[in-house]
């Protein structure tokens, strides 16, 4: 038996909690607070073909010192997993890899729609946790151009109840600012490329398809505050739409690059502290009703080629409970709705089985993030040299217990 002494529940009681195990083990949790571990719905753990930027060891490891014991993970592998079989094969090595490192870490796999594959959807229908449609092309060749083929995305999703999952930026409209911005080298011009109308307007055709066919559709990385406003409008119309934020579009936005350069550089881009608002308004009134990372390791290497040739993404597994346990301290957000974000909402969406995983977290323990700590291979994260107060230091997975530094 796993015993949890003196450990502060979310409404301020002391309690004492117990999880099934063979090792009699006890903690004395005495200034902690226990939270529900959390769901991460979308990460890039890069198996197949990205292994030197993560793995599911590293990927694992990083997950759980985040607090995270359930991801949900991208398509856009190489090659992309967009059938079955492909779907099949890239369980298998989770697997091998999870069990090597001995972190039972659960997870989910999302079905990458292209124009060739959508026949797939019905095969994969009880395999995968949804599908992905890039309505602009990011990192990998996954993209749906025509909007027939969307449709009849939506359509399939609609008829086998599977979550049609979008990245919202259109790509016809970022193929023309993309010409105009050609010879750019500053990396500031990446959310004039990328521009507020695409994600807009891809997010207005995601809406109207919902409305059509009745699927269920989850906006993926909210970064504006119109596409929070247009969510909001739906919602009270009825229609059958969720909406995720990243921390790094709640914390950071476009007065970074001077300082982090390409390193700040991901799809959608950072924006401005007006949609920072925006987005926090959007979590208080429930319009936003999921946290996902985006976790999007790519080596430093990479990310510091010139604007133009450096990837798109950051990783973010690590530190997004801390900054939001930081967030609470300073009073932005409740505990409740932190449990919201990134665990209840998450189960009610996506309809998966609820578990006992827990995190324990010391709401005073003051840490500075440094890269040279990260445990996610690619070995940096876009918070680096941030101190925060309020971080997790035990994770429960399956009833068993992980110590965290
Ligand atoms: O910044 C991003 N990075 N956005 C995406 O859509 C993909 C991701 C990646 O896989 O690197
Ligand atoms: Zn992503």
Known sequence: MLRIENVQTIDGEITTLTFESKEEQTINATGLTVFPALIDPHVHFRVPGGEHKEDWETGARAAIAGGVTTVFDMPNNTPPCTTLERVTEKKKLIEEQLERVGMPLRQYLYLGADETT????????????????????????????????FERICELAARFGIVVAVHAEDEALMKKNKEAYSNVTDVSFHPKIRARNCALAALDRALAAAKKYGNRLYVLHASTMEEVAMVRSAKKEGVNVYMETTPHHLFLNESIYPALGTRAQMNPPLRTAADNEALWVGIADGTIDTIGTDHAPHTLAEKDLPYGTAPSGVPGIENYLALLLDAARKGVITYDKIVDLTRSNIERIFEIPSNNDSVLVDPALRKKIANEDQLTKCGWSPYDGMTLTGWPVYTILGNKVYKLS
Not at 120 to 149: C, D, H, M, P, Y
């Open 118 to 149: 959508v026949d797939e959807i019905e095969k994969v229908r009880e395999q995968v946790i949804g599908i992905k449609v890039f309505l602009g092309a990011s990192t990998g060749n996954l993209l749906i151009e025509k909007q027939e083929t």
